[in-house]
């Protein structure tokens, strides 16, 4: 079976022409047709045939392919239905901000987590996405938007919070960003890239060794074991003190931070008390909190709070001088916001 040429980092592309004695141009012309001007033919120019045949012989270019797209009437988000080789499929975001877009990407098929308020945790856990799969959503993501919205096509910001948990398959979650990074390439910013964990030590462990450089998230949700166990069943396994120590020894450059995700409950984990121990556990970190207002889906248990609730919930962060964001649901219309994503139930 012939590798795939999405799943190559840009030094290991460097190795294959070194190793076949290929131009060591072809390298950089290769990364550049297929990820900065992210064309579906195969490459013609400044290319020799026999550099291109090999290329042809040992390699395929296939990306899921789109099966069905959800545009949101309400914000113009964009939900993506691929369709996989093996016939599994996931679900990717396009969510628009100033005529920009950021894309949330999927890492995995289904998810192994279980989390109790995401739609996605349902399906358990089929496989892991391979690097092809993970690049692969964002170029036909972006050709989407050429071909339909022209003009459109800018995703200025990746993050890693679709299905799935991205340090649960790690590799091929590192080698997209280093693809997604390569100046070769897309040429994204290390600012631009976010990882978010829903808490997986395992994970966050080779995060403070290898990651390469892009912004963190936790998933946090309630400062409190029980609750956090209910809505994180690995939190039994990897409580919040293990995993806060764990991010608070990450060495971060000056341009990587953390931000801590909060899902908002009503009368579970929204009152006042939440918020004072919430403050309390971030205090003094260089932390940022986005609030997220429970966004509903078929089945769910939890109901989202009243707007009054989450203001109050902020305002008490604010005197932990936190900075706190409260995160409006986009592309919740087609079930494209946060925790909806589930590509086994299509309606
Ligand atoms: S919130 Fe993230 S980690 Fe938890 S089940 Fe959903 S996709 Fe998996």
Redesign the pocket.
């Known amino acids: 079976m012939k590798q795939s040429f999405y799943d190559l980092n840009f030094s290991d592309l460097e190795a294959v022409v070194n190793q076949n004695n290929l131009n060591p141009s072809v390298a950089a012309v290769l990364f550049n047709w297929h990820y900065k001007k992210k064309q579906s033919s195969q490459c013609h120019n400044k290319i020799s045939k026999s550099s291109l045949a090999f290329f042809e012989q040992n390699f395929d270019f296939f990306l899921p392919e789109i099966d069905t797209v959800y545009e949101s009437q309400k914000d113009r988000s964009v939900k993506f239905l691929f369709k996989l080789k093996d016939n599994h499929k996931v679900e990717t975001v396009l969510i628009p901000f100033n005529n920009k877009y950021s894309i949330c990407l999927s890492s995995q098929v289904g998810?192994?987590?279980?989390?109790s308020?995401?739609?996605?945790?349902e399906q358990g856990l089929k496989r892991n996405l391979t690097t092809s799969e993970i690049v692969g959503q964002f170029l036909k993501a972006w050709r989407w938007l050429a071909a339909n919205r022209p003009g459109e096509e800018r995703i200025l910001n990746i993050v890693f919070?679709?299905?799935?948990?991205p340090l649960h398959n790690f590799d091929a979650v590192k080698k997209a960003c280093e693809i997604f990074l390569s100046q070769h390439g897309t040429s994204i910013g290390v600012q631009k890239i976010t990882v978010?964990?829903?808490g997986y030590i395992p994970g966050l462990k080779r995060w403070s060794r290898e990651a390469p450089g892009v912004n963190l998230a936790l998933?946090l949700h309630s400062p409190f074991e029980e609750k956090r166990n209910e809505l994180?069943p690995i939190n039994k396994k990897y409580p919040l003190d293990e995993v806060l120590a764990y991010i608070d020894k990450i060495p971060l450059n000056k341009k990587q931070f953390v931000t801590y995700e909060y899902i908002l409950i009503k009368d579970f984990n929204d009152s006042p008390d939440d918020a004072k121990k919430l403050g309390m556990l971030l205090a003094g970190k260089s932390a940022y909190i986005n609030l997220i207002p429970f966004n509903s889906f078929p089945g769910s248990r939890y109901r989202c709070p009243d707007l009054d609730k989450v203001e109050k919930f902020k305002e008490v962060l604010d005197a932990f001088k936190i900075p706190t964001l409260i995160r409006g649901a986009k592309g919740d219309d087609v079930l494209a916001a946060c925790?909806q994503?589930n590509s086994n139930n299509q309606y």
């Open positions: 998810c192994a987590m279980n989390c308020f995401c739609f996605t945790g919070m679709g299905q799935g948990e978010s964990t829903a998933s994180i925790g994503l």
